[in-house]
């Protein structure tokens, strides 16, 4: 007898998870950043800036890199074949794009403002330069992976006490 997870109970669980990330870190942004990201400020959300209480704790500073990577990945995975490898493929895509982000920081943004001025654009957003959000991007790939490990567990251990023996 062959065991096979349900996929749409996967796929609703990798989204339910990441929906609850995205929420959390929204919620991280709304308290303790002073700046917000473009696509907040457009909401006119105002932050409670706690910001203080996150500059000495350089993880506190790079966990939206960490959700971002993790949800997204999962969210990722769970428009996909909810799978291991699916979950690794996503979250390493999503971890390459916040790569990226950080090294385009490093130097201003040089590429990206050149970029943009090809297709006419007049600016760009800001950034800085953070190596903790790079190791943090790598870790939410290991993480997403992992929180699918144990979902997929989960699901197939329940499928195999509801199947009748």
């Not at 929204?26 to 006119?44: Q, W």
């Not at 993880?59 to 995975?77: D, E, K, M, N, Y």
């Not at 190791?135 to 290991?142: F, L």
Request: hydrophobic letters at 50%.
């Amino acid at each position: 007898m062959k065991r096979c997870v349900p996929i749409y109970k996967a796929s609703l669980l990798f989204a339910g998870i990441a929906g609850l990330l995205l929420l959390s870190g929204l919620i991280y942004y709304l308290a303790f950043r002073t700046a917000l990201a473009v696509p907040l400020d457009r909401l006119h959300l105002r932050p409670l800036a706690l910001g203080d209480s996150v500059n000495g704790s350089s993880f506190l500073g790079s966990l939206p890199s960490l959700i971002h990577v993790t949800a997204f990945g999962l969210l990722t995975c769970s428009l996909l074949r909810p799978s291991l490898l699916s979950a690794f493929v996503a979250g390493a895509a999503w971890a390459s794009l916040n790569v990226l982000w950080e090294l385009s920081c490093r130097d201003n943004q040089a590429w990206l403002r050149f970029s943009s001025e090809l297709i006419g654009l007049d600016s760009v957003p800001t950034c800085t330069y953070d190596g903790g959000d790079i190791v943090v991007s790598v870790t939410g790939v290991a993480l997403a992976t992992y929180i699918a490990s144990l979902v997929l567990k989960s699901i197939l251990s329940s499928t195999i006490k509801e199947q009748p023996t």
